[in-house]
């Protein structure tokens, strides 16, 4: 009898504790990162960033052995690829040697406004989520840094992804490995304009309505503007692909980014999208201001053939 | 079972806590690209030892902190390790115990954890089921956890197991 009623108590509980996480869970879909999941991750971070910094200050040598350990296997297959890749590289090189100069002249005297010359902030990865299914990271700068919701966080190798939540020492990293995550690109060769989006581990999908050439294999996607600086390298296109029948162009996008080797990101905190600012806000601003956001929002192919692919973007990711 | 047991059971979640988010992960301890689920492991280990009221409030509770601490909607860990914990309860009183039993158990109630996480994660919305690597995500870990399990379990038994032991026979 003691038995069936301490079963028949935690039975009660057990419900109770449903009820509440599935209440939990709808307010914070509802609540679209505000309120008080926000407040309660706020504290968690608080508390436990401190508590993560060291334990991966303290575990690195040995997570570093672990972690080459388990690449052994794949190093010699990976050494014979690169021999291989290294060989055709070292042709190309010579090849594009031109290309790159003529380039750099090209954007000197086109004036163009490239990443690195916006205000960045350095920070370093302190958890890469709570389980395999996370597609994000936590840095360690937050709000006091100057880090605000939206900021694109980049490597040398490209775009990483954005800021979905921040808090006053710490922010999150949503990667655009999230299905959820959009952004708004240029074919580097044809200039046409699509979108990118995350499949978990798999690689990205290029979508590209209307696309009169085709997406040749190996090359580079970039950021077209809209909510991401633009000229940002979000990957290379794995394989030739075309418009089939008017449905559009579908292409894998190998990233640029290895996102296992993340350590430091660099954070563009000088950038300042126009859709990204609330309506109010726009209105309440001097004109003159206004006239001074950045132009690359205003490029060929960015905003007008996607103004909406991004809107629904990352902001709407939980 | 004393307050002591559950705080000590509470302490020993906050730290696998913090191992689960800083050493393992994409670019920690991550082989073939998953990572085992520590933190239930634990759980799982200490649940042997409580009652069952503190032993579920303790799932929720290190369920919640993964939420927290990670990119997903609040309450979905906790939602998933409040009913593995409810369902090893419900074990403990009627199998016996040994390595082979609470291997198979670790195994099974991790793969329900993470296919329990992934299917209500899908009804709020998120999307999981894109990529064929969801079923390694769900394999992999529980693959992981009897390895885990088998330090965490008698490191947990040393600890909580001298005064009383309900395990998952008693």
Known sequence: MQSFQRFDRSTSLFIVLLVVAFMLATFDVRSDGTGVGTTMRDGAQTLFSPLQEAASAVTRPVVGFIDALSDIASLREENDELREENDSLRAEVEEFAGVQAELELLRELNGVEVPDDLPTVVARITSPGSSSFDLDRWINKGSDDGISIGDAVIVEQGLVGRIDQVFDGSARVRLILDPNVRVAVRDAVTDQAGFVTGNNTDPLVLRIFQAEEAAIAGTIVETAGSRFPSGIVVGTVIETAADEAGFGLVAEVEPGVSFSSLDFVIVIVGYSPLDAQPQDDLLEQDPVESEEQPTDTTEPGAETTEPSSETATTEGSP | MTGRDVSLALLMVVVAVVIQTAVFGDGRINPFGSSPAFVLVVVLACARYIDPAPALLLG??????????????????????????????????????GPLVIGVGVFALTLLA?????????????????????????????????????????????????????????
């Not at chain 2, 919640?64 to 990670?70: H, N, V």
């Not at chain 2, 979905?76 to 009913?83: F, G, I, R």
């Not at chain 2, 296919?115 to 992981?144: C, D, H, M, Q, W």
């Open chain 2, 114 to 170: 993470n296919a329990l996480f992934l299917i209500v994660g899908t009804l709020f919305g998120e999307r999981f089921f894109t990529s064929t690597a969801v079923i390694k995500n769900i394999l992999l870990p529980a693959v992981y956890n009897l390895a885990v399990a088998s330090v965490v379990f008698p490191l947990v038994t040393r600890l909580l197991g001298s005064r009383r032991h309900l395990g998952w026979s008693s």
């Open chain 2, 60 to 97: 929720f509770t290190a369920g919640m902190l993964l939420d927290l601490l990670g990119g997903s909607p609040l309450g979905l860990w906790a939602m998933s390790y409040t009913v593995v914990v409810y369902v090893s309860l419900r074990f403990r009183d009627r199998a016996d115990d």
